[in-house]
């Protein structure tokens, strides 16, 4: 049972990703998901996340507008499509799954972390 999370490098401002957050083991379309992120020397921060039944999805002011969170529950699958990349997006990204989705969102209660992909936005 793990979530791996993939999608990461190296972009330059104004660019764009797309991470995934893949499950194994276990059926991500009973759980919301969340992405989380870390930059270095700063506390984790939440970013997105998604509901499992009606595709409400939340997202952090400073994402709101260039990222986007959408789910592919044929593929088992979340992903954080990134746009207008900022250097300030720089972190090692998480998702994470857990039962409600204001639990994640608000108080990042999951049950599953991924291990987390890096990601650099810089010239």
């Known amino acids: 049972v793990q979530l791996q999370a993939s999608g990461g490098g190296l972009v330059q401002p104004g660019g764009s990703l797309k991470l995934s957050c893949a499950a194994s083991g276990f059926s991500l379309d009973n759980y919301a998901v969340g992405w989380f992120r870390q930059a270095p020397g700063k506390e984790r921060e939440r970013v997105s996340a998604?509901?499992?039944?009606?595709?409400?999805?939340y997202y952090a002011d400073s994402v709101q507008g260039r990222f986007t969170i959408s789910r592919d529950n044929a593929k088992n699958t979340v992903y954080l499509q990134m746009n207008r990349l900022k250097p300030e997006d720089t972190a090692v990204y998480y998702c994470a799954a857990g039962k409600f989705l204001l639990s994640v969102w608000v108080k990042s209660r999951c049950d599953y972390w991924g291990q987390g992909t890096l990601v650099t936005v810089s010239s």
């Open positions: 998604i509901s499992n039944s009606d595709g409400t999805a």
